[in-house]
């Protein structure tokens, strides 16, 4: 037998040695070599390809594209960040920190097929009666779903051939190993060549496919990128775990919108769609605090209403900028637009900046609420809980427009709002009746709305 043959592949950038070196000499970064097995080359230089003429090259006018079969959840919220369902043959990878209900999600999620005895899930971490607990307390434990434990991938994909699920849920992709590599479950080879192996039999099976995935210290999926570079859609849960609500976010989607929400309240029967998730952000308390204004936010196709708190104090020392559930350079960025185009200089403050609820916002239509938010706080004076804002701010103290603005002036009305402040160009054609919308151009001009 011929001895196996390894690479050496960069985590980082994906390039290739022969030879395993500290410093990856593509990209410069360190210890981020590891292992992986190769497949047999063809043989000779053309050969290889002679045999397989399944593939023809085609024209597109000629591609008769059926339209993605879909299978729905039975969670709403989850099949809205799926982009309206599973798509059959795709590949779903569900990042998370432990414990903030992963295998609650996807438990609940098969449980909810039409035909459970189509559901696989296998898992890797608990045992089976640890997973039909969790099925009881979910008052799903009579669900004929069926469970496998194991964490051998070629047995796995052999089980799945047999078995033909329409969906398989693999709880978690860090514990599931294959017999070609020599390296420990866990490892990023590992973690790779299994994920690899297992969306090859999704693709070629039809078999919708979740992967867990654990999330490390940098909020990253435990294992190399390349593992979001592979899959169809890429959820992350964010959020507290301390925190009732869960939200989960598509980083990534063939077949959807990026940047969706789905949000859930964690109750003692496991996750429930929130089905108006605007309340939930918004804690508006009868007293209006220097420091707090409220947003509307845009996140994949809808909008959301979220409080942002600003807190700016004297520094004593380096200057803080400090955000949770926000970019910091872009603070930074914002505050130096304050300074040229606000006539406010924060460079003798600290500002702490906080998007309550635990949600992280990364639309630029939240650019107008934080200078809000931060001017509250350093005037001391609270701005009318009754006035909501968004809109982008260039470099030169300009309000630009956002999409969405006709939604997000709607979502507001809705919710009780009786002023916004919006870009110029999001101000609507003809007037919403209960609301008084201010269509500004500039910061400062915004700024003379506001008080
Ligand atoms: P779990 O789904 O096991 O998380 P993960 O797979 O992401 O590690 O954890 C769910 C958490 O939620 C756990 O701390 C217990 C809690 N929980 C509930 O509050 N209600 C429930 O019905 C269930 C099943 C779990
Ligand atoms: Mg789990």
Redesign the pocket.
């Given at each position: 037998m011929a001895k196996a043959k390894t690479q050496y592949t960069c985590n980082d950038c994906g390039s290739l040695s022969p030879k395993w070196t500290g410093q990856c000499i593509d990209c410069g970064s360190w210890n981020s070599l590891t292992e992986v097995a190769l497949t047999q080359a063809p043989k000779g230089r053309w050969q290889g390809y002679a045999g397989t003429q399944e593939t023809t090259v085609q024209s597109l006018p000629q591609i008769t594209a059926k339209a993605s079969t879909r299978l729905s959840t039975g969670i709403d919220e989850l099949d809205r960040v799926l982009g309206g369902g599973l798509v059959e043959g795709s590949v779903v990878l569900i990042g998370g920190d432990?414990g903030i209900g992963?295998?609650t999600l996807l438990l609940q999620a098969l449980s909810n097929l039409p035909d459970p005895t189509l559901a696989l899930y296998v898992t890797g971490?608990?045992s089976l009666q640890q997973v039909s607990l969790r099925a009881q307390r979910l008052g799903v434990g009579k669900m004929p779903l069926k469970l496998l434990a194991e964490t051998q991938v070629e047995s796995i994909i052999a089980l799945a051939l047999v078995q033909k699920p329409r969906v398989m849920v693999i709880?978690?992709v860090q514990t599931i190993f294959t017999q070609t590599l020599q390296s420990a479950p866990g490892s990023v080879s590992q973690v790779r060549e299994g994920a690899a192996l297992l969306v090859r039999l999704a693709k070629q099976s039809g078999i919708s496919l979740y992967l867990?995935g654990h999330v490390n210290k940098d909020g990253a999926i435990a294992g190399p990128r390349v593992l979001e570079h592979m899959v169809d859609t890429v959820l992350y849960f964010e959020g507290e775990k301390d925190s009732r609500f869960r939200v989960v976010r598509a980083i990534k989607n063939r077949f959807g919108a990026v940047n969706e929400l789905g949000i859930f309240a964690m109750t003692d029967k496991g996750l429930r769609g929130v089905s108006n998730p605007s309340a939930i952000f918004l804690s508006r308390s009868h007293h209006p605090a220097p420091g707090t204004v409220v947003m509307v936010s845009w996140e994949g196709s809808r909008p959301l209403l979220i409080e942002i708190q600003a807190l700016v104090d004297e520094s004593h020392g380096i200057p803080r900028r400090v955000t949770v559930g926000y970019d910091h350079n872009r603070l930074a960025l914002l505050l130096a637009v304050l300074n040229r185009h606000g006539g406010l200089a924060m460079h003798q403050m600290d500002v702490f900046l906080n998007v309550v609820g635990g949600v992280k916002i990364v639309e630029t239509g939240a650019d107008l609420a934080i200078l809000a938010a931060v001017l509250s706080s350093f005037r001391n004076v609270a701005i009318d809980n009754a006035i909501a804002f968004f809109g982008e701010i260039g470099l030169g103290g300009e309000l630009r427009p956002v999409p969405g603005g006709q939604e997000r002036i709607l979502e507001a009305v809705k919710h009780g709002f009786k002023r916004l402040i919006v870009p110029h160009a999001n101000a609507p054609r003809s007037k919403i009746e209960g609301v008084e919308v201010y269509a500004v151009n500039s910061v400062s001009e915004a700024f003379s709305r506001i008080y």
């Open positions: 432990p992963k295998s971490e608990e709880d978690s867990v």
